[in-house]
């Protein structure tokens, strides 16, 4: 089985191991802008790094710096950027887009992630979908990822919702199981074991939206979710 274009839950890719012990897993990682998948791969010899998109392919490289274009600590989280002969050249008639993600060679790919001692990068999450709330950053797909862990739960997505204290909070659209029921009480006692800054403060029983390859549709949700919070916030005193 091999997996791409969103990062996926490490427990869902557990879940799918035990079902199917005899069959292999890989994934790919790559953009429109570096010839699509492969500038990051897994290989089926290293499912114990179930989790990681893998270490740079053949011919490219990688590196995770931070938003002065330093390259961080190991284990810390960054923007991702590649390097090699599959880099686009250019957006077509756009320089002002080229010149925000092409630096030096280097192809800023948006996505966030940090490194292991063993060279593996692992995606944290979107650039533009990290929550800053009350100064700390906070990585939908980390929490998405806890929260599936819950044995009830389908699908979820977290979204940033505006806070007058914090600036944004985190928001937690659920999507139960059929045939099965859930309160928000028990995420809320469910997200307990995840550190206090990072458990959703917003619980929405509803589906996650997605597009026809899977990905979830955040902006849509955000326009969703996100503006009818806002107006809520605005009419409190």
Known sequence: MHIGAQPVPKSLIKRWLAYFPNHQYDTNYGLSESIGPGCVHLGVENVEKVGAIGI????????????NGNIVKQGEV??????????????????????????????????????????????VDRKKDVIISGGENLYPVEIEDFIMKNDKIKDVAVIGLPDKRQG??????????????????????????????????????????????????????????????????ENQD
């Open 78 to 123: 960054g923007e991702l950027c590649v390097k090699g002969n599959g880099v686009m050249e250019c957006y077509y008639n756009n320089p002002e887009a080229t010149a925000e993600v092409l630096k030096d060679g280097w192809l800023l790919t948006g996505d966030m992630g940090r490194q292991d001692e063993d060279g593996f990068i692992y995606l």
């Open 56 to 67: 740079p392919g053949y011919g490219w490289e990688c590196k995770i710096i931070d938003e």
């Open 168 to 233: 944004e909070i985190a928001g937690a659209i659920i999507e139960v199981k059929e045939g099965m029921t859930m309160t928000e009480e028990e995420v809320n006692d469910f997200c307990l074991q995840m550190p206090r800054y990072k458990r959703p403060r917003k619980i929405i029983f509803a589906p996650v939206l997605r597009n026809a390859t899977g990905k979830i549709e955040k902006p849509k949700l955000r326009k969703m979710y996100g503006e009818e919070y806002l107006v809520a916030y």
